[in-house]
């Protein structure tokens, strides 16, 4: 911990502009894909859950109120960047898949820092909740994220794709959940 009279410098700008970039690049894979099965499944499902580990490391290395800057930035951010892409490569700027990915990233955001953050103030946070927590929040997003585009998806095959995606997430959430449960609370001055 610091000591008295010790100033921290508020260096939270860095985690905000990796979430940022990690939102940003997030977004940018989503067309991207690989196939498990025959079945086409997005890149960007595999950074989720590390999106969420960041906004946690925040959470427990600085405040609750740096964590939702953190979000808020992130998606404002993220938003106006695929806008400007769309624009710059002259695509029809879809506002519907803008205000879904918008809405599922802040509302699985937000859910996760909610739940993380009473964990975090309430309990000795077990693994086997934040690991749950992670897992609901990538569930929200992908059920946010469904009901936006429902229109654009292919239902024939959507139930196998979403448990998949849900199993490939809980093997990758795995690792997440421990690098979160060895972060320690708060900042340390030597």
């Not at 029809?92 to 975090?120: C, H, K, M, P, R």
């Not at 934040?130 to 469904?146: A, R």
């Not at 196998?160 to 959430?173: A, Q």
Request: hydrophobic residues 50%.
């Amino acid at each position: 911990m610091a000591k008295k009279g010790t100033e921290l410098y508020d260096d939270s700008w860095m985690y905000i502009l990796l979430l940022t970039t990690l939102a940003i690049l997030t977004e940018s894979l989503k067309t991207y894909t690989f196939k498990i099965s025959g079945l086409a499944i997005s890149f960007a499902i595999i950074l989720l859950p590390f999106s969420y580990l960041l906004v946690n490391y925040i959470t427990k290395k600085y405040d609750y109120k740096k964590a939702v800057a953190a979000i808020s930035m992130s998606a404002v951010i993220t938003i106006c960047f695929m806008a400007l892409i769309s624009f710059a490569l002259g695509k029809d700027l879809i506002l519907t898949n803008l205000a879904g990915e918008f809405f599922a990233y802040v509302i699985s955001q937000f859910i996760n820092l909610t739940i993380y953050s009473f964990l975090l103030n309430n309990t000795t946070s077990p693994s086997i909740l934040v690991f749950i927590t992670y897992l609901f929040s990538i569930i929200i997003f992908i059920m946010i994220y469904t009901l936006v585009n429902l229109d654009k998806m292919v239902l024939d095959e959507y139930w196998t794709k979403y448990f998949v995606t849900i199993v490939l997430d809980s093997i990758i959430c795995i690792p997440v959940t421990i690098i979160d449960k060895n972060i320690k609370r708060g900042r340390d001055i030597k």
